[in-house]
């Protein structure tokens, strides 16, 4: 039995409807619940938490938690270690 609500077309309906601004709105009332796959660094898997989307000129930008806690990014010990065992691998 499928734990979905509404049918794909339904949803699809809707968000054809929906403006960036109502698109914002929706994603920031469960972002919460969203986590976003950034990439790999060396042999280390970089994601982070959705802080909180919001509009930039004619687009949606999204906010990670992740980003917000350096100031630069070289201090992200985990980042940089993950970089070095990549860089190792080309040597």
Known sequence: MSKNKYEANDIYELSNQLSLDDMVTLINCFSTDIDVFIGNAGNHQISSELEFACTNGHMMQ??????????????????????????????
């Open 62 to 91: 999204l906010n990670l938690k992740t980003v917000e806690e350096y100031d630069d990014l070289k201090d992200w010990k985990f980042l940089m270690d993950g970089l070095k065992k990549r860089s190792k691998k080309w040597v």
